[in-house]
């Protein structure tokens, strides 16, 4: 199975098939509820869309990364969101309804915001004077085409399946999405391997840096707005788990550079690092509710 075939075929279809299956766990009700409370979903968008991106810079400067791998960072910023923050959000018992509308709205956002920033962020490499580009429209069609229109027409096909049929479905449509992700993930780390930056590089201290901090970031700012612990764990995942299929695609497909790809591909792994710490700590503290009564008030 070459590489260029993971790439350019199959992470494509299964990043499309991912949230298709997003958009079939979305009901009107999910936004409907979230949007009683404004703040918070204004407050994880602009954390996102606005904070991410600065806080990726400011990583880059304070790292001597190469000029590519500081492009994968940035790019790896730009996407917020996805479905496996949805995940964990469920996992570690957080507003559910508030982490699906903020990656809808991610997912509605980045097609339009990614590839304007991302030129940007060329520019300000000195990767565009080395013919290094990303069309705006082009990519808009293409991110439209791999993540909104799913959403979309997932939604409309849970309108459209009867309730009973769907609750037998939902739960294997998602396990062999999620499963199908993963295997391509570990499939184009596997043909990568050899150019892949060691365990022991900037690269990897990037990424995990980029993950631990927006984490950190994400649930600062909410704990500081005295949120609903729930929304402040919603509001973690949500800026701390990046969609490193998307940055993938954008880099494997759209950019035609390996080299970039290799970055949310390393993300795409090691994120799992600080997450899954996080998550057992959550529970953790469920579990001994008398040691964390001020994280609940």
């Excluded at 304007?116 to 013919?131: D, F, H, K, P, R």
């Excluded at 993930?185 to 990897?204: I, Q």
Aim: hydrophobic share 60%; glycine share 8%.
């Amino acid at each position: 199975m070459s590489a260029a075939w993971l790439s350019q075929v199959a992470l494509p279809w299964v990043l499309a098939s991912v949230m298709m299956a997003m958009g079939l766990s979305l009901t009107g009700a999910d936004f409907a509820r979230t949007w009683r409370h404004p703040r918070r979903v204004l407050l994880g968008t602009g954390l996102q869309m606005l904070a991410l991106p600065l806080l990726a810079w400011a990583l880059v400067l304070l790292l001597p990364l190469p000029p590519l791998a500081a492009a994968g960072l940035l790019l790896v910023a730009l996407v917020p969101g996805g479905a496996t923050s949805n995940m964990f959000s469920y996992l570690v018992q957080g507003d559910l309804a508030l982490s699906v509308t903020l990656t809808a709205i991610a997912a509605v956002l980045a097609p339009f915001t990614l590839p304007l920033v991302m030129g940007w962020n060329l520019e300000l490499l000195g990767l565009a004077t080395g013919g290094l580009s990303l069309p705006y429209w082009h990519t808009v069609g293409q991110l439209l085409l791999v993540t909104l229109l799913p959403v979309l027409a997932g939604m409309l096909l849970r309108q459209a399946l009867p309730a009973r049929w769907l609750e037998v479905v939902l739960p294997g449509v998602k396990g062999f999405t999620g499963v199908a992700m993963i295997s391509v993930v570990v499939a184009l780390f596997a043909s990568h391997a050899e150019r892949l930056p060691s365990l022991l590089s900037l690269e990897t201290l990037a990424v995990l840096l980029l993950c631990l901090f927006s984490m950190l970031l994400g649930h600062g700012v909410a704990r500081r707005l005295h949120l609903p612990h729930d929304s402040v764990r919603a509001i973690t995942v949500e800026v701390g788990v990046q969609n490193a299929g998307v940055a993938m695609m954008v880099a494997f497909v759209l950019l035609q550079q390996p080299a970039i790809g290799l970055v949310p591909l390393l993300y795409g792994l090691l994120m799992n690092v600080p997450v899954f710490l996080w998550m057992f700590a959550c529970l953790w503290r469920d579990r001994h509710p008398e040691a964390t009564v001020a994280d609940r008030r």
